[in-house]
């Protein structure tokens, strides 16, 4: 396809295509203007490019005062005008359309033509798959009928409309519909179709005309031979996108989740660090006081780290598992992605950095008001950050691999029910496990969070040597 071998360099060729899906996919969370920026960084566009561009994508689809409007605010035309000018944000050569005006009123599917039309003056070879043959034949020079993969008639509209489609037509319908069709007389062989209450009667040529048959009750509405359309469009042309060294396609994934983190960042922080934070005076305190020290120092210091690896584990868990999934299977965020020149192996990526990257910001904040109340000795605890990324990688990895085989939210209960929920009560977050029984803490062993607690609280004590031991706990989660 483009003269790239598929799928072997389906990446090189969809460098080269704009694909508009029959269901808007656009992010929901970003404007107008953002959803062109993000779209472009798949590419590997340069921000500098990207600004350029969307000025005069805008105003092709007619939405230059849209521009800082959220998605939830468009009209459907307006979102599928969007969906049309995000597709060729790259220039493609090919633009391949899926029903672009199913479900659109009269007015903004003309409105959708118009601006295909103008696209192939441009000279972009454009694919259109339809249900709607007025729309195939206004559009189209070349029509494929197709049934289940195969093809039934291929040709150019007029071509395929001579073939077979009569010339003449009669549409009657009414009240009487069914007495008229049994004394309806015509000299010329008629092909007879009931369409509901409708029906059809179709000729290659009627001697002395319709006009003069008798109609009864019923309102009849003849037609001459029909007048046909069709566009031209230029041979394909386009200039091939010449990327320059860029960073990695998964970066682009990573930059349009940190973009929707920022828009709501106040938000996302006081939900990720409150809940610790007050499990982590709540209990420090309180209970604490009852408890008195744990392993040489007080309860709260000792639950501190504890906190810090939950806190990481449990925000790369939920970006993971319920966030992850409205990406991938509400707001099919993936599939736009995918239509993109990234692999999966990109977006997966991309998604694990940002995991990682988030359970840092939280973990940040937490580590501030935990310095600010005297819990954090030396300069170690900074390694505490580095330490959280590998976590977020790690337990975000595991969330992933679940989101893979969900159908649903409700079965992310069942992780959390089966594996977060024992790895936190059972993994030394709240208590030593030398205090479990023998058996219970050789199967700690074997899951990550144990070896991330024990990394993490001598950071916080500033008493952490570099040691073997050191690099064993550090390539569980690895």
């Known amino acids: 396809m483009l003269g790239f071998p598929v799928p072997k360099r389906a990446k090189d060729m969809r460098a080269l295509v704009g694909i508009v899906p029959q269901q808007d996919n656009l992010d929901l969370e970003l404007t107008v203007r953002e959803n062109l920026e993000v779209y472009g960084r798949y590419f590997g566009l340069s921000s500098a490019e ?20 959220r998605i939830g605010n468009l009209s459907g035309g307006m979102k599928r005008r969007l969906s049309i000018a995000r597709a060729l944000i790259n220039r493609p050569r090919l633009l391949i359309l899926d029903e672009p005006t199913t479900g659109l009123d009269p007015h ?16 972009l070879t ?21 049934d289940h993969g195969r093809i039934l008639a291929d040709g150019a509209p007029r071509d395929l409309i001579a073939g077979h489609i009569e010339s003449h037509v009669l549409e009657v319908h009414g009240q009487d519909v069914a007495r008229w069709r049994e004394t309806f007389v015509c000299d010329e062989p008629v092909r007879r179709e009931r369409v509901g209450t409708a029906c059809i009667y179709t000729a290659s040529s009627c001697s002395l005309g319709w006009r ?29 996108a010449m990327f320059k060294v860029a960073p990695p396609r998964c970066v682009a994934v990573w930059r ?11 938000r996302s922080l006081l939900g990720s660090f409150m809940e610790p934070l007050t499990t982590l005076f709540g209990l420090g305190l309180g209970l604490g006081a009852m408890v008195g020290e744990v392993d040489h120092q007080s309860y709260l210091a000792f639950l501190s780290g504890g906190i810090l690896v939950m806190n990481a584990m449990n925000t790369s868990t939920f970006e993971g598992l319920y966030l992850a999934y409205t990406r991938m299977h509400v707001q099919r965020i ?11 192996e990109d977006v997966v990526l991309g998604e694990i950095l940002w995991m990682g990257s988030k359970s840092v910001i939280s973990n940040g904040a937490i580590l501030l008001v935990a310095a600010a109340f005297g819990l954090v000795h030396g300069w170690q605890a900074l390694w505490i ?66 070896h991330i607690v024990d990394v993490v609280r001598p950071l916080m004590a500033g008493q952490l040597e570099c040691s073997a031991a050191l690099f064993g ?6």
């Open 385 to 450: 950050l580095p330490v959280a990324f590998l976590a977020g990688i790690c337990f975000g990895s595991m969330a992933l691999v679940v989101t893979s085989y969900s159908r649903s939210y409700d079965f992310f209960v069942y992780y959390a029910t089966l594996l977060t929920t024992p790895m936190v009560m059972l993994s030394g977050v709240f208590f030593p496990r030398s205090a479990l029984p023998e058996a219970v803490q050789q199967a700690m062993a074997w899951l990550p969070l144990s």
């Open 108 to 123: 903004i599917r003309h409105n959708i033509w118009q601006l295909l039309r103008q696209l192939q003056q441009d000279g």
């Open 212 to 240: 003069r048959w008798t109609l009864g009750p019923g309102c009849a509405i003849p037609t001459g031979p029909p007048i046909w359309r069709t566009c031209s469009c230029a041979s394909p042309a386009g200039i091939c």
């Open 473 to 478: 706990h550090l390539a569980v989660p690895a």
């Open 256 to 266: 349009r989740n940190a973009t929707v983190w920022r828009k709501g960042s106040l």
């Open 334 to 344: 993936w599939d736009g992605m995918l239509a993109a020149p990234l692999g999966l």
């Open 50 to 69: 990207v600004r350029d561009r969307i000025p005069q994508l805008l105003q092709y689809a007619a939405l230059p005062d849209k521009a800082d409007q």
């Open 126 to 146: 454009v694919i259109l798959t339809t249900h709607y043959m007025d729309e195939a034949e206004r559009l189209c020079d070349r029509i494929i009928l197709m």
